[in-house]
């Protein structure tokens, strides 16, 4: 089987930084996932890792250590608008294929 | 705009019925994958296609099932529908490589 661990809420200051912790426990582990979905919408893709390392993207970062089944999604110069669910999901490979698999989500709320 | 199209976006249906779910992947896309996501839940996966063929199977009740036609497009089937059926159902697509996985805008379904 497989665990993807988030923490359920988070709160944060707006123009802070907030950083977003996944671990996982799975084999076959073939990269990792952040998406972003804002209540009722579809999940954005964020950002993709495979490699350990820091992915950096504008206001976006993203960590990964593959020996620590770990991740982090590093959110700068936080904005209203980052107010979201934060998903961790993994990629799978078994069976000959790819499978990917979600956490459950982080509710991040951005006060003034 | 992902580019993965998902009609209806809004379904009412009772209880003890059939619906289709019908999604058209990004251009492109040979993968189509289902998740269903009820209230306040994480994305929960159901079944995956590639090319025409069923590629991976997740929690997909029996009362559900796919299909991917040749012209790539794919159709979750509900049937004997239950009010715990209630949820927002994503279609998502991918290119072969599978490092990117872009969702569409969903189909809401509500059984009363």
């Known amino acids: 089987g497989q665990n993807i661990d988030q923490p359920t809420e988070m709160t944060a200051t707006e123009g802070a930084i907030v950083q977003i912790n996944c671990t996982y426990q799975?084999?076959?582990?073939?990269?990792l996932f952040w998406y972003q979905q804002h209540a009722g919408e579809a999940p954005t893709f964020l950002s993709y890792?495979?490699?350990?390392g820091l992915e950096e993207k504008g206001r976006f970062s993203s960590f990964l250590s593959r020996s620590k089944g770990y991740s982090y999604l590093l959110l700068k110069e936080l904005q209203m608008k980052d107010s979201a669910s934060y998903l961790c999901?993994?990629?799978?490979?078994?069976?000959?294929?790819?499978?990917?698999?979600f956490g459950a989500g982080t509710r991040l709320a951005v006060h003034p | 705009d992902s580019g993965v199209t998902q009609t209806p976006k809004h379904l009412i249906t009772a209880t003890g019925q059939r619906v289709t779910l019908r999604c058209s992947p990004r251009?492109?896309?040979?993968?189509v994958y289902w998740y269903q996501q009820s209230l306040d839940q994480g994305l929960q996966f159901l079944i995956q296609?590639?090319?025409?063929?069923?590629?991976a199977k997740g929690n997909i009740l029996e009362r559900f099932s796919a299909q991917q036609f040749p012209d790539l497009h794919s159709e979750l089937n509900l049937s004997s529908l239950e009010l715990g059926d209630s949820a927002l159902y994503f279609c998502?697509?991918?290119?072969?490589?599978?490092?990117?996985?872009?969702f569409g805008e969903g189909s809401w379904l509500t059984v009363v």
């Open positions: 998502a697509s991918s290119a072969k490589e599978e490092n990117t996985i872009y």
């Open positions: 799975t084999s076959g582990f073939n990269g």
């Open positions: 890792n495979v490699l350990d």
């Open positions: 999901a993994v990629k799978k490979f078994s069976g000959g294929y790819n499978k990917l698999i």
């Open positions: 251009s492109g896309d040979l993968s």
């Open positions: 296609y590639y090319n025409g063929e069923e590629r």
